[in-house]
């Protein structure tokens, strides 16, 4: 079986989908070798992102889009017209010819869904685009990232995630073959030349183990200005870190691009004595970072690659979120690691938008003090931290959380993390919950006898979000929620008459508007409770097509009446259980 | 629009011969000179034009080639928003 996976983004992008790629070769394997066939994945990248070949295990062959090419000669007067043109058509040609079984589109952008719909293959996992620009997902996870764009952050679920259950990965992480060794173990590779050069610069630190103290890891660049946290900010921490203890050693990574800017910041350190020894620069190659970072203790980061890398480590991952920087759908992604954020309005900002504010207010209000004491407390464990934490208000502090299989952010200082959690967080919570099992069931996924064993997991997700809220105010949330679902679930089915009756006149203008009048009164209704507010995004859809035929409106009501009866059914049945599960609690609390 | 002049094309030829009236065998004037540029600029502008438009009207019919042009206008599309294949 031959797969492609194209991902078309940068290098942090494309460590991102380690699980996922994992999850693919572990289902491929499994695939083929029912049919007694070889296996090949090829990854189809950018022009200066094929080193990640040396880290991302199981890759057979790596292929290059010339973007770079692509873009100059396409605004160069002095390059052939069709030289572009031809580079691009090359590239297809080859790949067509490659006679892929999969493909696996990990971009989700229309140039990677035009090329993607371009390249013959049985079946297409991901956005893939016809000639008439008609558009396939292939999987319920993608159609859902493409509607995720509209989500609230805490509504979104991470990208690693949905690929990871795109490609089969959240099945695959309830076998229990992986109960004791976890599927995202091992998701990048080391190499022996990498760990080598990680040997000799742990050697050049002098770091001892015995001495107590911790092996950070500091990575102060990105890609964007608008992400990084500034030197300035770095520098501070670093001395409040090296300070605090005398074993402590900072590696200050780069690249070998980035060598000069880090040399000059590990050399500023020159004038304070010795704890200049305590300080290193670290320009490494990919290899040599997933090797280090296996021995780092901490690694704190913006938004980059070493994040990514970070999180496929056994270091802690600490991420300064400023600028454009996603954490919730595109943060670390591994238990237990954290990231702070500003409670700026303005962010996260676009990508491609310039910052419109006089200061970088989103990494000012970072204050390097406060972040320093709460590096200092992760250190001395996580009981500080917490502690720590709950006293911070000038900015958001998150913890991964992965109990339920798929990373959710939980505050570690919001209101409802140290106050009574509100109706609308937990709404939140038992949806997330709902959509995920919603989800891997529409892809084939998800067998609802392991119903209890999802509650449970629901049920621990809740507790670990929550800490402080009692079980009973958690019974009495979830019963409110209960009463509102179930009315929700009688006006969908009444809907759902309403619709059976004009189908067979949805050609009459005067049935179809008293239809649209329902939806929106609907609308109206269930968006106005936290518990059924999610009906409002896909009820919106249908009320905002007023340029499709009839039929097509007539179809996408039907659907989306179908999906919110089963969205409601599941989070129905995860309450009851949740419920119960609290109940159980009680009871062994009460003897 | 690109610059015709400075513009080359795989399917370029190399531009005929200009007869000039001969009505002064001194040195051209700086008139003359720059209607000659001008007509070796037009003469060579005008074959790059007739070959590629053979090309483009070939294109222009095939699904595939439009599809692989609207590959290329995302890739526009990326540049002017600032994408950046990076090593970060």
């Known amino acids: 079986m031959k797969v492609l996976v194209v991902n078309l983004l940068r290098l942090g992008d494309v460590i991102s989908m380690a699980s996922a790629l994992k999850a693919l070769r572990l289902q491929t394997e499994q695939s083929a070798g029912a049919a007694n066939e070889p296996t090949e994945i090829h990854l189809l990248v950018n022009r200066g992102v094929e080193s990640v070949q040396e880290i991302l295990p199981g890759i057979d062959r790596v292929h290059i889009f010339e973007r770079n090419r692509l873009q100059s000669s396409l605004v160069d007067a002095n390059r052939p017209m069709f030289e572009a043109y031809d580079v691009l058509e090359d590239l297809v040609e080859s790949l067509s010819q490659e006679k892929f079984d999969a493909i696996y589109n990990f971009t989700h952008n229309r140039l990677s869904g035009w090329l993607t719909g371009l390249i013959p293959a049985t079946k297409k996992v991901g956005l893939a685009m016809d000639g008439t620009g008609g558009v396939s997902f292939g999987s319920a996870w993608f159609r859902h990232l493409n509607q995720q764009v509209d989500f609230e952050e805490e509504q979104s679920f991470h990208h690693s995630d949905v690929f990871f259950a795109a490609a089969g990965g959240l099945a695959l992480q309830r076998e229990r073959r992986f109960q004791e060794a976890h599927i995202l173990d091992g998701v990048l590779r080391e190499t022996p030349a990498g760990q080598r050069r990680a040997l000799e610069v742990l050697k050049e630190t002098g770091f001892d183990p015995a001495q107590g103290g911790a092996l950070i890891a500091l990575q102060i660049s990105t890609s964007d200005i608008k992400k990084e946290w500034g030197d300035e900010k770095y520098r501070e921490l670093v001395l409040h870190l090296v300070a605090s203890h005398p074993g402590h050693r900072v590696l200050i990574l780069g690249a070998p691009n980035e060598a000069m800017r880090i040399r000059d910041f590990v050399e500023s350190f020159d004038n304070h004595g010795r704890v200049k020894e305590q300080i290193h620069a670290a320009i490494v190659s990919l290899p040599t970072v997933v090797s280090l970072l296996e021995v780092c203790h901490l690694v704190i980061t913006g938004d980059t690659s070493i994040k990514h890398i970070g999180s496929a480590s056994s270091a802690t991952v600490f991420e300064i979120a400023a600028g454009s920087a996603d954490p919730f759908r595109t943060g670390p992604w591994k238990h237990g690691d954290f990231v702070i954020a500003s409670r700026e309005a303005c962010r996260p900002c676009g990508h491609s938008e310039k910052c419109h504010r006089e200061t970088h207010a989103c990494s000012d209000t970072l204050p390097a003090v406060e972040v320093a004491r709460l590096v200092e407390a992760l250190l001395s464990g996580r009981d500080e931290l917490a502690r720590r934490a709950a006293r911070v208000s000038a900015f958001d502090i998150y913890q991964v959380d992965r109990s339920e299989g798929m990373a959710q952010l939980n505050s570690m200082n919001s209101r409802s993390h140290n106050e009574l959690a509100m109706d609308r967080d937990v709404a939140l919570s038992v949806e997330r919950s709902a959509r995920r099992l919603v989800l891997e069931s529409r892809d084939g996924r998800w067998d609802r006898m392991t119903m209890g064993t999802e509650t449970r997991l629901a049920f621990s997700a809740l507790l670990s979000k929550f800490p402080t809220t009692s079980k009973v105010d958690l019974r009495h949330l979830l019963g409110g929620g209960e009463t509102y679902l179930r009315h929700a679930e009688g006006l969908v089915r009444s809907l759902r008459i309403q619709l059976d009756r004009v189908k067979e006149s949805i050609q009459d203008p005067k049935r179809v508007h008293e239809l649209v009048s329902s939806v929106a009164v609907m609308r109206s209704r269930l968006g106005k409770n936290p518990w059924t507010m999610f009906a409002i995004e896909p009820l919106m859809s249908v009320l905002e097509d007023d340029r499709s035929a009839p039929f097509t409106r007539y179809r996408r009501l039907a659907d989306t009446i179908a999906d919110l009866e089963n969205r409601i059914e599941m989070a129905l049945k995860l309450i009851r259980g949740i419920d119960a599960e609290l109940m159980t609690e009680d009871s062994k609390e009460l003897r | ?88």
């Not at chain 2, 015709?4 to 370029?12: G, L």
């Not at chain 2, 007869?19 to 008139?31: D, F």
């Not at chain 2, 007739?50 to 540049?79: M, P, T, Y």
């Open chain 2, 1 to 88: 629009m690109k610059n015709m002049n400075s513009m080359r094309s795989r399917f370029a030829q190399p531009a005929p011969v200009v007869a000039v009236p001969v009505a002064n065998m001194g040195q051209p004037t700086s008139c003359e000179n720059s209607q000659l540029e001008l007509l070796s600029r037009l003469t060579e502008a005008s074959v790059i034009i007739r070959s590629e438009a053979e090309r483009i009207k070939a294109i222009g019919v095939s699904d595939r080639s439009v599809r692989l042009l609207r590959i290329l206008g995302e890739a526009i599309e990326e540049q002017r928003l600032g994408f950046q294949a990076d090593t970060k």
